[in-house]
C-alpha cells in the first residue's frame, strides 16, 4: 500500500516561512492535498491538487508537488496558523493520509 | 450555509455495535460522493470508509472490512456507518467529508462525533 511521510512537528518564527513536507514514492504523479487541523476542530483543506487554495484560504498557503516530496508553505506565520497538518493522496479507490505535521509558531 | 451534523457516537462495549448517522444541509447531498474518517485519540487521520453518490458502490479500509456498512438515505440527505464486532481500537472521533469530484479532496467535513469502546 501507498505510504506517505510527514516531519512530525515543524517550528517557524513569527512572520517567517514554515515549510512541511510530504514524501512519497513518485508523488509527483498524483494529486496531492492538504489539511489544517486545530485543536479539538475539524480537518479544513487548506490547498488541493497540489497547489490551488479554497476560497477563503489566505494566500500566505501555497503548495508544490514533484518527484518523491509534496511541500506546503506558509509564507509569514502568524499565531493562528498553529494545528496539524496533514497530505493526502489517492491510491486507488483508498484514501491515504500522511502522519501529520504539528506547526508551532515561536 | 454547507454543513455536515454527525450524531450517534457513545459508549459501547468491545463486541457491541453502534449506527453513526451525518446530516447534511445546504449542499446537493445526492450529487456527492461521501466518506467517514476517524481520528483515534492523539492520533492522526484515518480513512475508515466512501460511498458513491447513488450508493451502489462502497469502499473500505482494511481494518474495518467485514465490520461496518457505510449507506446513505438520499431522501433524507443522510449518511450512515454501521459499526459492528467493535474493538479497542475502533475508539475515536468520526467525521464524515463530503468528496469534491472536481477538486478530488475533502472540501466538507462535518464536526465529528465520539465513539468510545470499553468494557
Known amino acids: 500500500s501507498y505510504e506517505l511521510t510527514q516531519p512530525l512537528s515543524v517550528s517557524v518564527d513569527l512572520g517567517q516561512t514554515a515549510t512541511i513536507t510530504c514524501g512519497g514514492n513518485n508523488i509527483g504523479s498524483r494529486n496531492v492535498h492538504w489539511y489544517q487541523q486545530k485543536p479539538g476542530q475539524a480537518p479544513v483543506l487548506v490547498i488541493y491538487?497540489?497547489?490551488n487554495r479554497p476560497s477563503g484560504i489566505p494566500e500566505r498557503f501555497s503548495g508544490s508537488n514533484s518527484g518523491n516530496t509534496a511541500t506546503l508553505t506558509v509564507s509569514r506565520a502568524q499565531a493562528g496558523d498553529e494545528g496539524d497538518y496533514y497530505c493526502q493522496v489517492w491510491d486507488s479507490s483508498a484514501v491515504v493520509f500522511g502522519g501529520g505535521t504539528k506547526l508551532t509558531v515561536l | 450555509e454547507v454543513q455536515l451534523v454527525e450524531s450517534g457516537g457513545g459508549l459501547v462495549q468491545p463486541g457491541g455495535s453502534l449506527r453513526l448517522s451525518c446530516a447534511a444541509s445546504g449542499l446537493s447531498f445526492s450529487s456527492n460522493e461521501m466518506y467517514w474518517v476517524r481520528q483515534a485519540p492523539g492520533k492522526g487521520l484515518e480513512y475508515v470508509s466512501g460511498?458513491?453518490?447513488?450508493?451502489?458502490?462502497?469502499y473500505y479500509a482494511n481494518s474495518v472490512k467485514g465490520r461496518f456498512i457505510i449507506s446513505r438515505d438520499n431522501s433524507k440527505n443522510t449518511l450512515y456507518l454501521q459499526m459492528g464486532s467493535l474493538r479497542t481500537e475502533d475508539m475515536a472521533v468520526y467525521y464524515c467529508?463530503?468528496?469534491?469530484?472536481?477538486?478530488?479532496?475533502?472540501?466538507?467535513w462535518g464536526q465529528g462525533t465520539m465513539v468510545a469502546v470499553s468494557s
Open positions: 491538487r497540489d497547489s
Open positions: 460511498i458513491n453518490s447513488n450508493g451502489h458502490s462502497t
Open positions: 467529508a463530503r468528496y469534491s469530484s472536481s477538486w478530488y479532496a475533502f472540501d466538507i
